[in-house]
């Protein structure tokens, strides 16, 4: 019943920007912890990024200065604004939440379907 569900990704032009989404969908307390990893084809899923409860943020060091991760809370919403990308920067990204539900108050995380990014000219 509780779910991520991503969008946001597309076709861009390298030097473009996109921002995805993750947003949880059901009935949840808050997202406690999100990251983001993305798969390019013959790749192994990386960590792009990764933002704590306490707004403690990460990122890989080949998306610095280009990507950011942010969380609305009101919205139980994540997103990653992705500025200047990159031909390499094309992959499926995934975004992953520890969501805290309003039964039990549990923490679990969840997994996104995927979305996928293509930077090309």
């Known amino acids: 019943q509780v779910q991520l569900v991503e969008s946001g990704g597309g076709l861009v032009q390298p030097g473009g920007s996109l921002r995805l989404s993750c947003a949880a969908s059901?009935?949840?307390?808050?997202?406690?912890?999100m990251a983001w990893y993305r798969q390019a084809p013959g790749q192994e899923r990386e960590l792009v990024a990764h933002?704590?409860?306490?707004?403690?943020?990460n990122y890989a060091d080949s998306v610095k200065g280009r990507f950011t991760i942010s969380r609305d809370n009101a919205k139980k919403t994540g997103y990653l604004q992705m500025n200047m990308l990159k031909p390499e920067d094309t992959a499926v990204y995934y975004c992953?939440?520890?969501?805290?539900?309003?039964?039990?108050?549990?923490?679990?995380?969840?997994w996104g379907q995927g979305t996928q990014v293509t930077v090309s000219s």
């Open positions: 933002i704590d409860n306490k707004d403690n943020i």
């Open positions: 992953n939440a520890v969501l805290v539900s309003v039964s039990f108050g549990v923490r679990r995380s969840y």
């Open positions: 059901g009935i949840i307390f808050s997202i406690d912890a």
